[in-house]
T-cell receptor
Framework: AQTVTQSQPEMSVQEAETVTLSCTYD???????LFWYKQPPSRQMILVIR??????QNATENRFSVNFQKAAKSFSLKISDSQLGDTAMYFC????????????FGQGTRLTINP | DAGITQSPRHKVTETGTPVTLRCHQT?????MYWYRQDPGHGLRLIHY???????DKGEVSDGYSVSRSKTEDFLLTLESATSSQTSVYFC?????????????FGSGTQLSVL
Protein backbone atom coordinates (compact mmCIF):
# COMPACT_ATOMS: atom_id res chain seq x y z
CA ALA A 1 0.00 0.00 0.00
CA GLN A 2 1.12 3.51 -0.72
CA THR A 3 1.99 5.80 2.16
CA VAL A 4 2.70 9.51 2.30
CA THR A 5 4.62 11.13 5.14
CA GLN A 6 4.92 14.78 6.04
CA SER A 7 7.40 15.11 8.89
CA GLN A 8 6.80 18.77 9.70
CA PRO A 9 3.53 19.23 11.62
CA GLU A 10 4.00 23.00 11.82
CA MET A 11 6.16 25.66 10.21
CA SER A 12 6.32 29.41 10.56
CA VAL A 13 8.16 32.01 8.46
CA GLN A 14 8.17 35.74 7.90
CA GLU A 15 6.38 37.31 4.98
CA ALA A 16 8.49 37.42 1.79
CA GLU A 17 10.73 34.57 2.92
CA THR A 18 11.07 31.27 1.11
CA VAL A 19 9.83 28.12 2.79
CA THR A 20 10.11 24.45 1.88
CA LEU A 21 7.65 21.78 2.97
CA SER A 22 8.82 18.18 2.96
CA CYS A 23 7.02 15.08 1.76
CA THR A 24 8.16 11.52 1.28
CA TYR A 25 6.16 8.63 -0.08
CA ASP A 26 6.41 4.93 -0.55
CA UNK A 27 5.15 3.00 -3.55
CA UNK A 28 6.09 0.11 -5.78
CA UNK A 29 4.51 1.72 -8.82
CA UNK A 30 6.63 3.41 -11.45
CA UNK A 31 4.05 5.82 -12.80
CA UNK A 32 1.91 8.02 -10.58
CA UNK A 33 0.87 11.55 -9.75
CA LEU A 34 1.88 13.65 -6.79
CA PHE A 35 0.01 16.68 -5.54
CA TRP A 36 0.17 19.49 -3.06
CA TYR A 37 -3.15 20.74 -1.74
CA LYS A 38 -3.72 23.85 0.32
CA GLN A 39 -6.46 24.09 2.94
CA PRO A 40 -7.02 27.59 4.36
CA PRO A 41 -9.19 28.17 7.45
CA SER A 42 -12.23 28.17 5.17
CA ARG A 43 -11.69 24.39 4.93
CA GLN A 44 -11.72 24.48 1.14
CA MET A 45 -9.27 22.10 -0.57
CA ILE A 46 -7.28 23.92 -3.24
CA LEU A 47 -4.91 22.24 -5.68
CA VAL A 48 -1.56 24.02 -5.57
CA ILE A 49 0.57 21.96 -7.92
CA ARG A 50 0.86 18.49 -9.39
CA UNK A 51 3.71 16.38 -10.74
CA UNK A 52 3.59 13.39 -13.05
CA UNK A 53 6.20 10.82 -12.09
CA UNK A 54 7.34 10.14 -15.64
CA UNK A 55 8.18 13.81 -16.16
CA UNK A 56 11.66 14.62 -14.93
CA GLN A 57 11.14 18.35 -15.02
CA ASN A 58 9.95 19.79 -11.72
CA ALA A 59 6.53 21.43 -11.86
CA THR A 60 6.16 25.14 -11.17
CA GLU A 61 3.14 27.37 -10.67
CA ASN A 62 4.03 31.01 -10.15
CA ARG A 63 5.60 31.22 -6.66
CA PHE A 64 5.17 27.50 -6.04
CA SER A 65 7.62 24.87 -7.23
CA VAL A 66 8.47 21.31 -6.35
CA ASN A 67 11.66 19.35 -5.96
CA PHE A 68 10.78 15.88 -7.19
CA GLN A 69 13.36 13.22 -6.43
CA LYS A 70 11.90 9.99 -7.78
CA ALA A 71 14.67 7.67 -6.63
CA ALA A 72 14.53 9.08 -3.13
CA LYS A 73 10.71 9.18 -3.23
CA SER A 74 10.74 12.76 -2.12
CA PHE A 75 8.41 15.55 -3.22
CA SER A 76 9.00 18.88 -1.47
CA LEU A 77 7.11 22.12 -2.05
CA LYS A 78 8.92 25.45 -2.18
CA ILE A 79 6.99 28.66 -1.70
CA SER A 80 8.91 31.75 -2.76
CA ASP A 81 8.16 35.30 -1.63
CA SER A 82 5.64 33.96 0.87
CA GLN A 83 2.47 35.97 1.44
CA LEU A 84 0.02 36.20 4.32
CA GLY A 85 -2.54 34.43 2.16
CA ASP A 86 -0.30 31.38 2.03
CA THR A 87 -1.16 30.65 5.66
CA ALA A 88 -2.92 27.28 5.56
CA MET A 89 -2.64 23.55 6.03
CA TYR A 90 -0.72 21.92 3.21
CA PHE A 91 -1.24 18.31 2.25
CA CYS A 92 0.96 16.16 0.07
CA UNK A 93 -0.91 13.45 -1.83
CA UNK A 94 -0.22 10.50 -4.11
CA UNK A 95 -2.27 8.56 -6.63
CA UNK A 96 -1.11 5.65 -8.74
CA UNK A 97 -2.12 5.32 -12.34
CA UNK A 98 -2.92 1.64 -12.11
CA UNK A 99 -5.98 0.04 -10.63
CA UNK A 100 -8.27 1.85 -8.25
CA UNK A 101 -7.51 5.53 -8.13
CA UNK A 102 -7.30 6.08 -4.43
CA UNK A 103 -5.74 9.38 -3.51
CA UNK A 104 -3.53 8.95 -0.42
CA PHE A 105 -2.76 11.97 1.74
CA GLY A 106 -0.01 12.88 4.17
CA GLN A 107 -0.76 14.12 7.66
CA GLY A 108 -0.42 17.76 6.71
CA THR A 109 1.82 20.70 7.58
CA ARG A 110 0.34 23.79 9.19
CA LEU A 111 2.14 26.78 7.66
CA THR A 112 1.91 30.23 9.21
CA ILE A 113 3.20 33.32 7.43
CA ASN A 114 3.93 36.12 9.89
CA PRO A 115 3.77 39.82 8.93
CA ASP B 1 -15.10 25.70 -9.78
CA ALA B 2 -16.56 22.22 -10.13
CA GLY B 3 -20.24 21.83 -9.21
CA ILE B 4 -20.09 19.76 -6.07
CA THR B 5 -22.29 20.27 -3.03
CA GLN B 6 -22.25 18.57 0.33
CA SER B 7 -25.13 18.61 2.79
CA PRO B 8 -25.52 19.30 5.57
CA ARG B 9 -22.56 21.58 6.29
CA HIS B 10 -22.79 20.97 10.03
CA LYS B 11 -24.52 18.29 12.04
CA VAL B 12 -24.69 17.35 15.70
CA THR B 13 -26.12 13.98 16.59
CA GLU B 14 -26.22 11.49 19.43
CA THR B 15 -24.40 8.21 19.75
CA GLY B 16 -26.36 5.35 18.24
CA THR B 17 -28.41 7.37 15.77
CA PRO B 18 -28.18 6.90 12.00
CA VAL B 19 -26.72 9.72 9.95
CA THR B 20 -26.66 10.28 6.19
CA LEU B 21 -24.44 12.77 4.42
CA ARG B 22 -25.12 13.73 0.84
CA CYS B 23 -22.77 14.65 -1.98
CA HIS B 24 -24.26 16.07 -5.16
CA GLN B 25 -22.37 16.89 -8.36
CA THR B 26 -23.39 18.58 -11.57
CA UNK B 27 -20.22 17.65 -13.50
CA UNK B 28 -21.24 14.14 -14.58
CA UNK B 29 -17.91 12.79 -13.31
CA UNK B 30 -17.60 9.05 -12.94
CA UNK B 31 -15.56 8.81 -9.74
CA MET B 32 -16.84 10.03 -6.39
CA TYR B 33 -15.12 9.70 -3.02
CA TRP B 34 -15.79 10.15 0.68
CA TYR B 35 -12.90 11.15 2.97
CA ARG B 36 -12.71 11.99 6.63
CA GLN B 37 -10.24 14.52 8.00
CA ASP B 38 -8.85 14.24 11.50
CA PRO B 39 -5.96 16.09 13.16
CA GLY B 40 -2.69 14.28 12.61
CA HIS B 41 -4.13 11.94 9.98
CA GLY B 42 -4.69 14.08 6.93
CA LEU B 43 -7.56 12.84 4.78
CA ARG B 44 -8.39 9.17 4.82
CA LEU B 45 -10.53 7.45 2.23
CA ILE B 46 -13.75 5.89 3.52
CA HIS B 47 -15.46 4.65 0.33
CA TYR B 48 -15.42 5.52 -3.30
CA UNK B 49 -17.59 4.93 -6.36
CA UNK B 50 -16.61 4.34 -9.96
CA UNK B 51 -20.14 4.36 -11.37
CA UNK B 52 -23.80 4.01 -10.55
CA UNK B 53 -24.19 1.20 -8.01
CA UNK B 54 -20.43 0.51 -8.21
CA UNK B 55 -18.65 1.20 -4.94
CA ASP B 56 -15.62 -0.03 -3.05
CA LYS B 57 -14.07 0.35 0.39
CA GLY B 58 -11.28 2.65 1.40
CA GLU B 59 -8.89 2.36 4.32
CA VAL B 60 -11.36 3.40 7.06
CA SER B 61 -14.66 1.91 5.89
CA ASP B 62 -15.75 0.19 9.10
CA GLY B 63 -18.99 1.67 10.42
CA TYR B 64 -19.82 3.37 7.11
CA SER B 65 -21.89 2.42 4.08
CA VAL B 66 -22.47 4.22 0.80
CA SER B 67 -24.92 4.23 -2.05
CA ARG B 68 -24.93 5.68 -5.51
CA SER B 69 -28.22 5.26 -7.33
CA LYS B 70 -27.64 8.18 -9.68
CA THR B 71 -24.48 9.57 -11.26
CA GLU B 72 -24.89 12.86 -9.46
CA ASP B 73 -25.50 11.64 -5.90
CA PHE B 74 -23.23 9.75 -3.51
CA LEU B 75 -24.57 9.11 -0.02
CA LEU B 76 -22.54 8.24 3.06
CA THR B 77 -24.40 6.57 5.93
CA LEU B 78 -23.32 6.00 9.48
CA GLU B 79 -25.69 3.25 10.56
CA SER B 80 -25.16 3.85 14.28
CA ALA B 81 -22.97 6.87 14.94
CA THR B 82 -20.16 6.66 17.50
CA SER B 83 -18.03 9.39 19.07
CA SER B 84 -15.02 8.16 17.07
CA GLN B 85 -16.85 9.22 13.92
CA THR B 86 -16.78 12.85 14.96
CA SER B 87 -14.84 14.36 12.09
CA VAL B 88 -14.92 16.58 9.05
CA TYR B 89 -16.17 14.67 6.01
CA PHE B 90 -15.22 15.61 2.48
CA CYS B 91 -16.72 14.47 -0.77
CA UNK B 92 -14.60 14.60 -3.92
CA UNK B 93 -15.14 13.94 -7.60
CA UNK B 94 -12.66 13.03 -10.30
CA UNK B 95 -12.80 14.33 -13.82
CA UNK B 96 -11.01 11.41 -15.41
CA UNK B 97 -10.63 7.76 -14.66
CA UNK B 98 -7.72 7.36 -17.05
CA UNK B 99 -5.42 9.92 -15.52
CA UNK B 100 -7.08 11.20 -12.36
CA UNK B 101 -5.16 14.36 -12.79
CA UNK B 102 -7.33 16.28 -10.38
CA UNK B 103 -9.85 15.86 -7.69
CA UNK B 104 -12.45 18.46 -6.89
CA PHE B 105 -13.57 18.70 -3.29
CA GLY B 106 -16.78 19.72 -1.62
CA SER B 107 -16.80 22.19 1.25
CA GLY B 108 -16.93 19.51 3.92
CA THR B 109 -19.39 18.48 6.62
CA GLN B 110 -18.51 18.94 10.29
CA LEU B 111 -20.11 16.04 12.13
CA SER B 112 -20.19 15.91 15.92
CA VAL B 113 -21.37 12.75 17.65
CA LEU B 114 -22.16 13.34 21.31
Amino acid sequence: AQTVTQSQPEMSVQEAETVTLSCTYDTSESNYYLFWYKQPPSRQMILVIRQEAYKQQNATENRFSVNFQKAAKSFSLKISDSQLGDTAMYFCAFVGRQGAQKLVFGQGTRLTINP
Amino acid sequence: DAGITQSPRHKVTETGTPVTLRCHQTENHRYMYWYRQDPGHGLRLIHYSYGVKDTDKGEVSDGYSVSRSKTEDFLLTLESATSSQTSVYFCAISESTATNEKLFFGSGTQLSVL
